[in-house]
């Protein structure tokens, strides 16, 4: 049976398979591929007559056209040409082909304004359609035609969509307003705030995602305005697109920093607690107490805790503004009892997004830099993959040199050293073994076992080794060393083994090793001369940089012995005489000679202090002590930030920087008075929910003229009515309108004529529509820049030909 | 602000282009300046090239598609803005897409065939250079108000698929477990269980913004959840103090490796990233409930797409950590992503874990001249998994002992003879450093495989001479090794369906209906398991 019903199955199976051939090959002949190719070879005569056609598909069919030329750089026709036969054809009533217009006007319309305004008509008919979508994109098309005179049409139109019950449609006006801001910012501020206040009390989390972009775009310091909203925005952040939750974060953190009182470090370790409380310190990981809580204002506290469920999303981008947020505005250990350091190094490791990927690690090693606490228990993840890219290894290094402790530097230590020996790129070896130097601050034990480690290496290795290599390890023991050069002086020796053996070939690195016996040569003179006694029979076969440091590791052992024979013998001794001085002048003599200008210089500027017998200016200028590089600070005492910044992108350490605490003192002051008290919500869904969902946006429009009830938007109860909640909202934020200009502008036909749509049955509408625009066309008033008195008669002007 | 896009295949040359404004430049104008302002060899690294004072270029590049998304990006004066919502934008756009055309990889022909819906689409998520949030960046959303065109080919390969079901579904009467396409994985026919009624409808309207309003009815309700995991880890095999003499019996050592091998290696980081991804095909707001068997791994916290509800996951797996995990969630139409996960393999000490299907051991110093080596790769048995796909094992050659004088730098020029391999066939680059064993596209379970070689170095008799005058010359070296290269890292590659590493397993998929929909008799459930092995790599030194 079993058997029989699998034949079946491989029969059918093949069956299928002979389908979907059979398909692949139809699809060749009648699906996209075949248009594709039939539209390249459209002449532009022909193309011509497609868009003047009167088959609304043969129209379709050359926009396409249009599009894919607009869209693959083809140069072969130049469709601006077009703009006439193109724009007339936005009366199209197919959807479709009015938005392929809107995308070609979208280009061209600056460049014919006065035919492109032909288009307004056509687009302001569908401002009242029955679709939402429709609605939306109409008002997107009216605003997106940058041409001055229309800004009091996209203004009136914004008005009239303001109040729709549709989200898709308030947060296209949403948008229609950063685009008028962005446009006629100093004309419209006003008004365009007016609106945006009255759309911030909507709550709907689609309208509010939009609120947030405007806000970020427009009106980022006007942190004032979102009093109200604070806890409604908190309750609703995981509704919100994605996006918006980022926008939303970077805004209420600023919001926070400006009106929420900053929090009190409480240490919880002692028993009198009221005694030990401070302010949230400004640096980052300077709290003193050993155990501690934090005591934060019950708005902040809302904030914080809505952002827990934020964990859980996929974004990096609001994975970085949460981790933002615990750090701009919370301790070190809210942050890592947060969860969300887990998160960040597991997106960051998961990502193949390489560009977000180093951006997420370049964030780990800013936080870990500041704390090192924070990704501690996570070492092993940022240990590099063979299969991961430079950068991202080169990162997950510099991570791992931050994270470094006493239980984990074995381990750490094992596998750097693997990767030093068996890395192929130059970059990453280079990186790896700074990160071991770095291995080597933890103890002294560790110090000598890193130099000796890198010697053995340079000794067993050195035909392997690029330039850049050896000179990037014989810096690290050289920085090693000269942290503590009388620890080292095995090493010392060491190094004086691989320079007289010449283990080590290139200029660069030697020329440090000599360096480095003239630092030491203070501590540990003994064996300094004879270097040099070594390497002057070389002389000439050296680089030009160890030239250089030679004789300067000569002149700086005459000084040092000028010291040592005055303090031995009171001045009797002459120096002229010593067989150091002699290997100076020898050195010198050798170098008047140099083709290097750099080793002349060197020689002209030491012998003129010798010549002269200015022993004591010398031995300021030859023996002066040389910095520790390992008391740099990592951080630096006065910018709050890291210093050493190479590594991470600038506009992250920007996006990073610490906001003071800014609380103005009348905030402070007005505590009893609840700044964020809630402001009432307008809320379209209830009013929606009560109307059958077919015919709801009619029926809506249709209680503007009928319902003129005072109720409380809050309500619960469903009959409310767009015109009610604006009238709330207009009492609620304490301003008005312009009355004046809003009744000009209802007093204009256009006007009209939408509110009489809006009473009309949507298929009786339709009707109207067209009989509207195939019965009229009288005039031709193509250059109608004003705001079009009567726009429902001019409607398709000049467009008839294909109307009729 | 977004000025423009632009998708250009890997070389870069432009496919489609989005200006929507007159200022926009064209691909060609912007190729051209991003050229004058980096370094030719930096041009392929770069994700972001900062082309003047405000304005930047960023790329994302598609792994799956192999494609190149550009953005041009105007930054005025918000400092304070995230700096990588560019790469994610287009990295979601590229998503999208996908969905959109409902395909597993863009071509770029698809691309081209469709400029007027491809213009369309970058229009309708992005508003005046912001991308658009009233739920425009759901593709079902986009689906919407861009329908896509049904060709005949949809209708025929609907048909067939159809057909394919019926086949399927046959199968599964009879208790065989066969899944859809692929005949791996497991699968669920469970009529859908209880009518809990979580959330209300209202007739048509939009009830989350990721589903789509216009659902037609599906014929055939169905579900698919694909589970992808791929792996990471890094062994590290300890050295054998006692050298072996003669021929190893590598068969019986091939047997008993998973005990023996296994626990001279030690597993010194790794993780395993999951992701789950699905279709569905249901009518109605169904409200689906995933429950995972988690064999014991931590999924720590996973990464949850929109349609998961998150406060119901958190409050149902506080506290049975590590033995199941429930996720409910509303699924969009179509393709959507459901989940990522990670799970981390180093925080817990695990002595010897044996990850996936393959164990794969190497030996050196093999053979008379104890120059040979041996690659020993067991693909245990296996009843969910057929075969393994893409089976390619890198071998790297290093010089194990470094102590002997050389004359002249990179003289090492040994050179790698075969000298049996069972399966698929070898190939070593120039310098013989490196060497690729490259099996067959599908290798059966429950093969073993060997490989054995043999370092033979040109210069072993100069060697010779050369050991020799050294010891004249000077006694300082004492220990001169004999030849130098051996076997020291291999990296195996693979994939294969029909088991997660993790060993995650689904226990079941319910559907919960919404009351008043119409109760389907029978909902078809399918889950599919892959599994990618992305670094494997094991190392001796």
New interface residues.
């Given amino acids: ?2 058997d029989s ?2 034949q ?2 491989s029969a ?2 093949s ?2 398979a002979i ?2 051939e ?3 090959v ?2 060749s002949k ?4 075949s ?2 190719h039939y539209s390249k070879n459209l002449s532009t005569q022909q193309l011509r007559n497609l868009l003047n056609s009167r088959n609304s598909r043969e129209v379709k069919d050359a ?2 056209r249009i ?2 030329i ?4 083809d140069t072969s026709i130049d469709i601006e040409e077009f703009f006439s036969d193109v724009v007339k054809n936005i009366s199209s009533d197919d959807i ?1 082909v009015k ?2 217009v809107y ?1 070609y006007l ?6 014919d304004q006065n035919l492109a305004l032909l288009s307004v008509n056509a687009i302001q008919k569908t401002l009242g359609d029955s679709n939402p ?1 429709v609605r ?1 994109f109409s008002l ?1 098309a009216l ?2 035609i940058k041409i001055p005179s229309l800004t009091p049409i996209v203004l009136l139109s914004v008005r009239k969509l303001i109040v729709d019950p549709s ?2 449609v308030r ?2 006006v949403l ?1 229609t307003l ?2 008028l801001y ?1 446009w006629k910012r100093n004309e419209l501020e006003e008004d365009i705030i007016d609106l945006y206040t009255g759309l911030l009390c909507d709550s709907d989390p ?2 509010i ?2 609120v ?2 405007v806000f ?2 427009c009106f ?1 310091d006007r942190l004032e305005l979102l009093h109200g909203h604070y806890r409604y925005f908190c309750q609703i952040l ?1 509704k ?5 939750q ?1 926008y939303l974060i ?1 805004t209420l953190i ?1 919001y926070c920093k400006r009106y929420i009182i900053k929090p009190m470090v409480v240490d919880i370790s002692s028993s009198d607690r009221s005694s030990n409380c401070v302010p949230l310190p400004d640096k980052y990981n300077q709290i003193m107490f050993p155990v501690y809580e934090l005591r934060m204002d019950k708005d902040l506290e809302l904030f914080i805790s809505s952002l827990k ?1 934020l ?7 609001v994975i ?2 949460c981790c933002n947020a615990f750090f701009q505005l919370t301790t070190p250990n809210d942050f890592r009892n947060s ?1 969300f350091p ?2 960040l190094t ?2 960051a ?2 990502s ?5 990927k ?3 690690l370049q964030s780990i090693l800013l936080y870990s830099k500041l704390d090192s606490t924070l990704f501690q ?2 070492n ?2 940022f ?1 590099p ?3 991961d890219d430079t ?1 991202i290894v080169c990162l997950k290094l510099e991570i791992l040199a931050t994270l470094i402790n006493d239980t984990n530097v074995e381990f750490i230590l094992r ?1 750097l050293k ?1 990767i030093v ?2 890395q192929k790129n130059e970059k990453i070896i280079i990186v790896a073994s700074q990160t071991m130097a770095s291995c080597g601050k933890l103890s002294v034990t560790l110090e000598s076992h890193i130099m000796k480690w890198f010697i053995k290496v340079i000794e ?2 050195k ?2 080794l690029t330039n850049n290599i050896l000179d990037c390890f014989v810096n690290i023991i050289r920085e090693l060393v000269s942290a503590n050069p009388r620890r080292h002086l095995k090493f010392i020796l060491k190094l004086a083994d691989l320079l007289t053996t010449n283990h080590v070939r290139a200029d660069n690195a030697r020329a440090g090793i000599i360096w480095l016996f003239g630092e030491i040569a203070g501590i540990e003179f003994k064996v300094c001369p004879d270097i040099v006694r070594i390497l002057i029979n070389g002389f000439v076969d050296e680089g030009p940089e160890s030239r250089r440091q030679l004789i300067l590791l000569s002149a700086k052992l005459v000084s040092y012995e000028y010291d040592i024979s005055n303090e031995n013998s009171n001045g009797s001794y002459n120096v002229e005489d010593s067989r150091v001085m002699k290997m100076f002048q020898y050195l010198a003599y050798l170098g008047q000679f140099d083709d290097n200008y750099g080793v002349r210089d060197m020689v002209r500027y030491l012998t003129s202090l010798f010549d002269s017998g200015k022993y004591e200016i010398a031995a300021l200028l030859l023996q002066a002590p040389k910095p520790n590089i390992w008391d740099k600070p990592i951080l630096d005492g006065d910018s709050d930030f890291v210093e050493d910044t190479e590594d991470i ?1 600038h ?2 350490i ?2 990073h920087s610490y906001i003071p605490w800014d609380v103005s003192d009348d905030v402070i002051d007005s505590k009893t008075l609840d700044m964020r008290e809630p402001l009432p919500l307008k809320d379209y869904n209830k009013f ?2 009560s109307f ?3 015919n709801y946006v009619d029926t809506s429009n249709s209680f503007v003229r009928d319902n003129a009830s005072e109720e409380i938007p809050t309500d619960t109860t469903s009959t409310h009515s767009p015109s009610v909640t604006r009238n709330s909202f207009t009492s609620s934020t304490g301003k008005k309108y312009k009355l004046q200009s809003l009744d000009e502008f209802f007093s204009d036909v256009p006007a009209m004529r939408s509110t009489k749509k809006y009473n009309s049955l949507p298929k009786k509408k339709k009707i109207v529509t067209v009989v509207e625009s195939s019965s009229e066309g009288e005039t031709d008033s193509s250059e109608d820049d004003e705001t079009s008195e009567d726009e429902s008669e001019t409607s398709s002007s000049g467009l008839e030909s294909s109307e009729d | 602000m977004y000025i423009s896009f632009y998708i250009t295949d890997s070389k870069n040359g432009l496919i489609f282009q989005y200006l929507p404004s007159a200022s926009a430049p064209t691909f060609s104008d912007l190729w051209v300046k991003i050229k004058s302002v980096t370094a030719e060899s930096d041009l392929t690294l770069q994700n972001e090239v900062k082309i003047g004072k405000y304005l930047k270029a960023s790329k994302y590049h598609s792994d799956i598609n192999n494609l190149n998304y550009w953005c041009l990006i105007s930054d005025q004066k918000n400092e304070k803005v995230s700096i990588m919502d560019s790469f994610v934008l287009l990295e979601t756009i590229d998503n999208i897409l996908m969905e959109y055309f409902d395909k597993d990889a863009l071509t770029v022909k698809k691309l081209t065939n469709n400029y007027d819906r491809l213009t369309m689409i970058f229009n309708y998520i992005i508003d005046d250079g912001e991308p658009q949030m009233a739920g425009n960046l759901y593709s079902n959303r986009i689906k919407d108000v861009i329908p896509l065109q049904n060709d005949l080919t949809k209708f025929i390969h609907s048909t067939a698929k159809n057909l394919g079901n019926v086949v399927s579904n046959t199968a599964v009467t009879s208790a065989t477990s066969r899944n859809r396409g692929s005949y791996n994985g497991r699968m669920f026919n469970n009529p859908s269980s209880s009518l809990s009624s979580s959330s209300s409808t209202i007739g048509n309207e939009e009830i989350v913004p990721w589903r789509s309003t216009k659902i037609g009815q599906h014929a055939k309700e169905e579900i698919y959840l694909d589970f992808e995991e791929t792996v990471q880890l890094v062994y590290q095999k300890r050295h054998r103090h006692a050298k072996r003499g003669g021929t190893t019996t590598s068969l019986s050592q091939g047997y008993i490796n998973s005990s023996i091998n296994d626990s001279r290696m030690q597993l010194v980081h790794g993780n395993i990233h999951g992701y789950i991804k699905g279709n569905s095909l249901l009518n109605g707001t169904p409200v689906v409930e995933l429950n995972l068997n988690n064999n014991g791994c931590d999924l720590g916290i996973p990464r949850f797409y929109d349609c998961v509800n998150c406060e119901d996951y958190m409050s149902d797996n506080e506290d049975k950590k590590l033995l199941n995990t429930k996720v409910k969630f509303l699924p969009p139409d179509g393709k959507f992503n459901l989940m990522e996960y990670s799970i981390g393999l180093n925080s817990k000490q695990q002595s010897n874990n044996n990850f996936g299907l393959i164990s794969i051991n190497f030996e050196n110093n093999l053979g008379r001249n104890e120059d040979e080596f041996e690659i020993t790769v067991n693909i245990s048995g296996s009843s969910k998994v057929e075969k393994v796909k893409n089976l390619i094992v890198d071998l790297q050659f290093f010089e194990s002992q470094i102590h002997e004088e050389r004359t002249e730098p990179n003289e090492h020029s040994g050179k790698i003879k075969i000298i049996r391999n069972t399966h698929g066939r070898f190939s070593h680059d120039i310098d013989s450093v490196r060497g690729n064993w490259i099996f067959d596209v599908n290798t059966p379970t429950g093969t073993i495989a060997i490989l054995r070689g043999c370092i033979e170095n040109d210069d072993n008799d100069n060697l010779q001479k050369e050991r020799n005058s050294t010891d004249e010359k000077e006694g300082l070296e004492q220990i001169v090794n004999k030849h130098t290269m051996t076997l020291q890292t291999i990296n195996v590659k693979y994939e294969h369906e029909g088991q997660s590493v993790s060993g995650i397993k689904v226990n079941s998929i319910d559907v919960i209906k919404q009351p008043r929909s119409s109760l389907p008799s029978n909902i078809f459930k399918g889950v599919k398991y892959l599994s990618k092995m992305v670094d494997y790599e094991i190392r001796e030194y």
Avoid at chain 1, 106 to 111: D, F, G, S
Avoid at chain 1, 240 to 244: E, G, K, P
């Fill in positions: 049976m079993v019903i699998s079946i199955a059918l199976e069956a299928k389908t979907l059979a398909a692949a139809a699809s009648l699906g996209e591929s248009y594709t926009m396409k599009l894919s607009l869209a693959s750089n479709k938005r392929m995308l979208l280009r061209y319309a600056e460049k979508d939306a997107k605003s997106d989200p898709v947060s296209e948008y950063m685009k962005r689609k309208v995602s939009s947030l972009v970020k775009e980022p995981k919100l697109d994605s996006w918006a980022s970077e600023r469920i964990r859980f999303s996929t974004n990096p981008v970085i503004s969860g887990d998160v597991n997106i490791i998961a193949s997004n390489v560009g977000v180093s951006l997420l228990q996570f092993r993840e240990l993959f063979p299969s950068t596998e693997k020996k068996h067993t290795e035909s392997g992108d506009d992250l920007t996006y929606k929910k059958s969902s077919e």
